[in-house]
């Protein structure tokens, strides 16, 4: 749950028609490290919407491969809550740049995308996660990063600090 917007959801749902949940630059609550749609669904009863990364340029990290946005769709696919896809930055997901505005089109009409990616397991911890300094999330789960973080920082100030299962 959002510790900003959360209260406000839960005290006012009558003022939502529905809910984005971000689920990039999010890592703690997006898959695969501990996707929580279902906690959503026990705090507003409306309709939710995945907000997605349409690339990896608009955003520091969670940009979801097609397998990983099958696993996420097998997940979410049948619950009567889930209401669709918001996409940013949606101009980098259509062609030319690429055709993964047409992968999720393909997704949400109920053709498989993906596969190799397991559902959501457990809630992971940060003892689980591992750190590495990077540019973007993706290039610094793709090869291990340049460097590990340290206290939480780079020595390059052009560089991130980011979280992801894999250890290195």
């Known amino acids: 749950m959002d510790l900003n917007t959360g209260p406000i959801i839960k ?14 630059n ?9 996707f929580n749609f279902d ?22 990290g969670g940009f979801l491969k097609p397998g990983q946005l099958q696993a996420v769709l097998d997940t ?14 949606v101009s980098s997901s259509n062609p030319a740049f690429s055709t993964y505005s047409q992968t999720l089109r393909k997704a949400l009409d109920g053709e498989r995308v ?12 940060e003892k689980q996660w591992a750190t590495r ?16 973080c340290i206290n ?3 020595a390059d100030p052009n560089q991130y600090c980011f979280y992801f299962l894999r250890f290195c």
Do not use: M, R
């Open 11 to 24: 005290s006012n749902p009558e003022l939502f028609d529905w809910v984005i949940i971000q689920y990039y």
């Open 26 to 34: 999010n890592p703690t609550c997006s898959y695969p490290f501990g």
């Open 39 to 60: 906690i959503w669904t026990k705090l507003y009863k409306g309709p939710l919407v995945i907000g997605l990364a349409g690339d990896t340029s608009a955003i520091t």
């Open 76 to 89: 979410v696919g049948s619950n009567p809550q889930f209401y669709g896809i918001s996409v940013y930055d």
């Open 114 to 125: 993906g596969e190799g990616y397991p559902p959501q397991g457990p809630f992971t911890t």
């Open 133 to 148: 300094c990077a540019g973007t999330w993706n290039y610094a789960n793709d090869t291990c990063g340049l460097s590990p």
């Open 152 to 154: 939480g920082g780079c």
